[in-house]
T-cell receptor, first 116, second 113 residues
Framework: GAVVSQHPSRVICKSGTSVKIECRSLDFQATTMFWYRQFPKQSLMLMATSNEGSKATYEQGVEKDKFLINHASLTLSTLTVTSAHPEDSSFYIC????????????FGSGTRLTVV | AQSVTQLDSQVPVFEEAPVELRCNYSSSVSVYLFWYVQYPNQGLQLLLKYLSGSTLVKGINGFEAEFNKSQTSFHLRKPSVHISDTAEYFCAVSELTGNQFYFGTGTSLTVIP
């Protein structure tokens, strides 16, 4: 089946620095990528939707200047957490629609971000 | 708007016993329904999904779920659990015409030896 490769799986960064998370679709083209955030013991919350070649759409309450999303190609979408703070520590997961499948979505393996 | 309720945040069950994880949803339109499993520090893996047709859906790892439109429920069941089923389980819905998923808060299933 379709695979979305997400890197890094874990990252620890200092407060004030920026971190980039990549999601690559393998063997299929992902024109759309969904970015979710999951706090401990909570559910996944949609942050933003990226579309190849256009600006991302952010959910209410998500700072677009802090969470920069780029979808420059049909196989790569990136999320950059700028000027990270400890409250940004979370589990970030991307998801892309499965091409040719009956309404399915493939999820990346997630990135555990810890800001110290 | 859609919402998903998973009433049980934690479910402990003995090995080889049956289990049911409950999911109720609220929506003004027709939806697709999903169950995902998440192992520690991993992404989500699709267990099963209901799009249309038979209301009893069979998924991977011996799980099944039944869509009940009148009760707006999509409970997940397994007749005999294994230690390896210990994980977090998420119920989710999606509109027929949209791409956004709405997730429940998850149910932590712990299988006790």
């Amino acid at each position: 089946g379709a695979v979305v490769s997400q890197h890094p799986s874990r990252v620890i960064c200092k407060s004030g620095t920026s971190v980039k998370i990549e999601c690559r679709s393998l063997d299929f083209q992902a024109t759309t990528m969904f970015w979710y955030r999951q706090f401990p013991k909570q559910s996944l919350m949609l942050m933003a939707t990226s579309n190849e070649g256009s600006k991302a759409t952010y959910e209410q309450g998500v700072e677009k200047d802090k969470f920069l999303i780029n979808h420059a190609s049909l196989t790569l979408s990136t999320l950059t957490v700028t000027s990270a703070h400890p409250e940004d520590s979370s589990f970030y997961i991307c998801s892309a629609p499965e091409v040719g499948q009956s309404y399915g979505y493939t999820f990346g393996s997630g990135t555990r971000l810890t800001v110290v | 708007a859609q919402s998903v309720t998973q009433l049980d945040s934690q479910v402990p069950v003995f090995e080889e016993a049956p289990v049911e994880l409950r999911c109720n949803y609220s929506s003004s339109v027709s939806v697709y329904l999903f169950w995902y499993v998440q192992y520690p520090n991993q992404g989500l893996q699709l267990l099963l999904k209901y799009l249309s047709g038979s209301t009893l859906v069979k998924g991977i790892n011996g799980f099944e779920a039944e869509f009940n439109k009148s009760q707006t429920s999509f409970h997940l069941r397994k007749p005999s659990v294994h230690i390896s089923d210990t994980a977090e389980y998420f119920c989710a819905v999606s509109e027929l015409t949209g791409n956004q998923f709405y997730f429940g808060t998850g149910t932590s299933l712990t299988v006790i030896p």
